[in-house]
């Protein structure tokens, strides 16, 4: 069974990175231009996506869907669980493809690619959270599907 105390922290945890990033960078792609900005949206776009994460593999593991081989494995289970669509699924796989990277292998980081992110992947883990705490509170709709 789903622990909502964790999936309210987990969800607490994206949305307090991503209030950090919208303080430091007004969402504006052209402060990604300054490296400290640019530094602290990383790290911060790291942390949800690890809390992301988290939650996908606190609710996998809950609802016995699995174990995942992979972090975006954690996607997946969800996403064949019929919690999250596949819209969704490969959004979410994607940004943790963009965490690897950004964990791994810092230097290769694209400032364009982390300007696109800003502008349209920061609602990906926003819709993420929301359509996990709607599935859990019975009101999932067809738009998350």
Aim: proline share 2%; hydrophobic share 40%; charged share 25%.
């Amino acid at each position: 069974m789903v622990e909502r105390d964790i999936l309210i922290a987990k969800t607490a945890t994206i949305q307090r990175c991503l209030a950090r990033i919208g303080e430091i960078t007004g969402l504006d792609p052209t402060s990604l231009d300054d490296l400290d900005k640019q530094d602290i949206f990383v790290l911060n776009l790291q942390r949800a996506v690890k809390a992301a994460i988290d939650l996908a593999a606190h609710v996998a593991a809950s609802e016995e869907m699995g174990i995942p081989e992979t972090a975006s494995g954690c996607f997946t289970l969800l996403h064949r669980g019929g919690i999250i669509g596949a819209r969704l699924h490969d959004r979410m796989t994607k940004m943790t493809g963009f965490r690897n990277i950004a964990v791994h292998d810092y230097q290769t980081l694209d400032p364009e690619i982390l300007k696109s992110i800003l502008v349209n992947g920061l609602r990906d883990l926003e819709e993420f959270y929301a359509t996990v705490l709607a599935y859990f509170e019975g009101t999932k709709t067809q738009d998350n599907r």
